[in-house]
C-alpha cells in the first residue's frame, strides 16, 4: 500500500492480531464448530460464573480472538486492519498492543459483571470490545492532537455511532463489550496517544 512508504509503517501488529483470529477460527473449525456455544465455552468463550467463581480469568483474553461464524470473524478483522493500522502508527506498535489487549479485557470483565448484575446467562466471545477500544484510543488520539493521526474527530464518533447502533438493534451483539471498550479505550487514547508536538514539549521543558 502507498502509505507504508517504509518498514516502519508497516503494521506489523495489526497483521499479527488479524492472523491470530484468523488462525483460532480455523483450528476451532477444524475441531469441531464456532456456531456451537457448548463447544466455544470449552475453548475459551467467555462465561461469567467460570470467571468469577472459578477464577478462569485467562478467558478475559481468550474470548477476544473467538468469534461465532465466519460474517462474525470477517467484519471485526476489516475493522481491525482498518482503524488497527491507523492506531498502530499513531502511537506505536508496543502501545497499541497494550491499548489493543487492555480494552478487550476490560471490557470483557465489565460484561461479567454487567451480566451478573442483570442475570444474564450468556457466552460470550469476539474482538469487538478491544475493536471499540481502538476506535476509542483514536479519538482520544485526535483530542491529544496527535500529528501522526491523520483522522478526523467526527468521523470517529460517526464510526463510533454507527457500530453501537448497530449493536443495539442486534439482540445477539454484546453491547457491554461495545460500550466499555469504547471508554477504555478513550481513556487509554489520552494517556497513551501523545503526540510529537506533546514529546518534544516534553523534552523542553525537561519534565518539569
Known amino acids: 500500500m502507498e502509505e507504508w512508504k517504509n518498514r516502519q509503517d508497516i503494521p506489523f501488529v495489526t497483521i499479527v492480531l488479524a492472523a491470530a483470529n484468523v488462525v483460532f477460527f480455523l483450528l476451532l473449525e477444524i475441531t469441531g464448530s464456532t456456531d456451537d456455544g457448548l463447544f466455544m465455552l470449552q475453548h475459551g468463550a467467555l462465561y461469567g460464573p467460570l470467571v468469577l467463581e472459578d477464577g478462569e480469568y485467562y478467558r478475559l483474553f481468550t474470548a477476544m480472538f473467538m468469534h461465532f461464524g465466519a460474517s462474525h470473524l470477517m467484519n471485526n478483522l476489516l475493522m481491525l486492519m ?20 487492555v480494552s478487550g479485557a476490560a471490557a470483557n470483565l465489565f460484561t461479567v459483571w454487567f451480566y451478573e448484575w442483570r442475570g444474564i446467562d450468556a457466552i460470550s466471545a469476539g474482538a469487538s470490545g478491544a475493536l471499540l477500544g481502538v476506535c476509542g484510543a483514536l479519538f482520544g488520539c485526535v483530542l491529544r492532537k496527535n500529528r501522526r493521526l491523520d483522522v478526523d474527530g467526527r468521523q470517529m464518533l460517526i464510526l463510533m455511532a454507527f457500530t453501537l447502533y448497530s449493536g443495539f438493534v442486534s439482540s445477539q451483539t454484546n453491547n457491554a463489550a461495545h460500550i466499555s471498550g469504547a471508554f477504555f479505550g478513550f481513556l487509554l487514547g489520552l494517556i497513551l496517544g501523545k503526540g510529537d508536538n506533546d514529546a518534544r514539549s516534553a523534552t523542553f521543558q525537561n519534565y518539569s
Open 82 to 101: 482498518v482503524m488497527g493500522s491507523r492506531l498502530e502508527q499513531a502511537v506505536g506498535r508496543i502501545r497499541y498492543l497494550i491499548c489493543y489487549l
